[in-house]
């Protein structure tokens, strides 16, 4: 059934139904223009927050040199209103917020002009923030976070976070996500991808999304193996019992854990349902 103009659709699975899953940038941004944001949890990630400070240990200190006297730069893609763009430039990094809607940018500037300037890094410093727009897939918006100092010159972010973006991907770009985060991770032991997994429900209970289902071992089978296509059921699922082929080239898994606390879309009946994963490139370089 096709929307009616100025209507509010019904969900996000109607309005996406009639979209091509790789051009699906006009369909982000009315969504935002209609004001229909029902993924936005009003505020940062509280499991992001929590990992930083308590597993420090897997990460360099952000304001520690990342070349040419730069700060460590992080990269959230999707960020919507930029709640974890915000927290993360608490945590000293410098930060570039990508959207795909221009709209959404708008509103995350708004936020950041409103947000309190805290520093939660523990003495790191306040990091730099930077809004782009582009494409995710595409190469011109890093062209632009280049010209704004908000990447390293080599084009590679020292941590980027995922949360809601990949799970608001139709499936069948899931192998181009994990190949374009594998491009973007800095190289060696130096870069960290950092995975707040939602929603890990069964697709059989819930149907197709977005927000497309994501149990921990989905992404396991993408971003051990960037770029190759993954066998799924009639449900669309990845078999839980599918094994992937670790690759040379591909990320690798340094840590899953059950956060503490998450927003409460992330529980059920109290109890987090949310894992959040810490990955880097298997090969040093
Ligand atoms: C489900 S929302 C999540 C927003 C944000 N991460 C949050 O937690 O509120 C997904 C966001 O990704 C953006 N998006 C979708 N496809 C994109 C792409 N290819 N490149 C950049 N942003 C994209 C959409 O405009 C939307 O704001």
């Not at 509010?8 to 051009?23: C, G, Q, V, W, Y």
């Not at 939660?120 to 280049?146: C, H, I, K, P």
């Given at each position: 059934m096709a929307q009616q103009e100025n209507q509010p659709p019904r969900s996000l699975t109607e309005h996406f139904k009639h979209h091509d899953p790789a051009r699906q940038g006009s369909a982000w941004d009315a969504l935002w223009e209609?004001?229909?944001?029902?993924?936005?949890?009003?505020?940062?990630?509280?499991?992001?927050?929590?990992?930083?400070?308590?597993?420090?240990?897997?990460?360099?200190?952000?304001?520690?040199?990342?070349?040419?006297?730069r700060r460590k730069t992080a990269l959230v893609p999707g960020c919507g209103r930029g709640h974890d763009v915000l927290l993360?430039?608490?945590?000293?990094?410098?930060?570039?917020?990508?959207?795909?809607?221009?709209?959404?940018l708008?509103?995350?500037?708004?936020?950041?002009?409103?947000?309190?300037?805290?520093?939660?890094?523990?003495?790191?410093?306040?990091?730099?923030?930077?809004?782009?727009?582009?494409?995710?897939f595409a190469g011109d918006w890093l062209r632009d976070a280049q010209a704004a100092g908000a990447v390293g010159d080599d084009g590679k972010f020292d941590l980027i976070?995922?949360?809601?973006?990949?799970?608001?991907?139709?499936?069948?770009?899931?192998?181009?996500?994990?190949?374009?985060?594998?491009?973007?991770?800095?190289?060696?032991?130096?870069?960290?991808?950092?995975?707040?997994?939602f929603p890990s429900w069964d697709p059989a209970e819930t149907g197709p999304g977005p927000a497309w289902s994501l149990p921990s071992h989905v992404y396991v089978a993408h971003l051990s193996q960037p770029g190759v296509a993954v066998p799924t059921d009639e449900n669309g699922a990845v078999p839980g019992d599918y094994v992937p082929q670790q690759k040379s080239d591909g990320l690798e898994r340094i840590v899953r854990l059950k956060p503490r606390r998450t927003h409460p879309a992330g529980a059920k009946d109290g109890d987090v349902q949310d894992r959040i994963s810490v990955w880097k490139h298997r090969a040093s370089e």
């Amino acid at each position: 059934m096709a929307q009616q103009e100025n209507q509010p659709p019904r969900s996000l699975t109607e309005h996406f139904k009639h979209h091509d899953p790789a051009r699906q940038g006009s369909a982000w941004d009315a969504l935002w223009e209609d004001q229909f944001t029902p993924w936005d949890r009003g505020g940062p990630s509280w499991a992001l927050h929590d990992l930083l400070k308590e597993r420090a240990d897997l990460f360099d200190p952000p304001n520690a040199d990342s070349g040419a006297g730069r700060r460590k730069t992080a990269l959230v893609p999707g960020c919507g209103r930029g709640h974890d763009v915000l927290l993360l430039s608490e945590f000293g990094y410098d930060v570039c917020g990508l959207e795909i809607s221009p709209r959404a940018l708008e509103e995350a500037k708004q936020v950041a002009a409103e947000a309190p300037r805290d520093d939660a890094g523990a003495g790191a410093g306040r990091g730099r923030v930077t809004f782009v727009s582009g494409d995710f897939f595409a190469g011109d918006w890093l062209r632009d976070a280049q010209a704004a100092g908000a990447v390293g010159d080599d084009g590679k972010f020292d941590l980027i976070f995922d949360y809601t973006f990949l799970c608001a991907l139709h499936p069948s770009m899931r192998p181009r996500w994990a190949e374009r985060m594998r491009e973007l991770l800095a190289p060696g032991d130096r870069g960290r991808l950092v995975c707040l997994e939602f929603p890990s429900w069964d697709p059989a209970e819930t149907g197709p999304g977005p927000a497309w289902s994501l149990p921990s071992h989905v992404y396991v089978a993408h971003l051990s193996q960037p770029g190759v296509a993954v066998p799924t059921d009639e449900n669309g699922a990845v078999p839980g019992d599918y094994v992937p082929q670790q690759k040379s080239d591909g990320l690798e898994r340094i840590v899953r854990l059950k956060p503490r606390r998450t927003h409460p879309a992330g529980a059920k009946d109290g109890d987090v349902q949310d894992r959040i994963s810490v990955w880097k490139h298997r090969a040093s370089e």
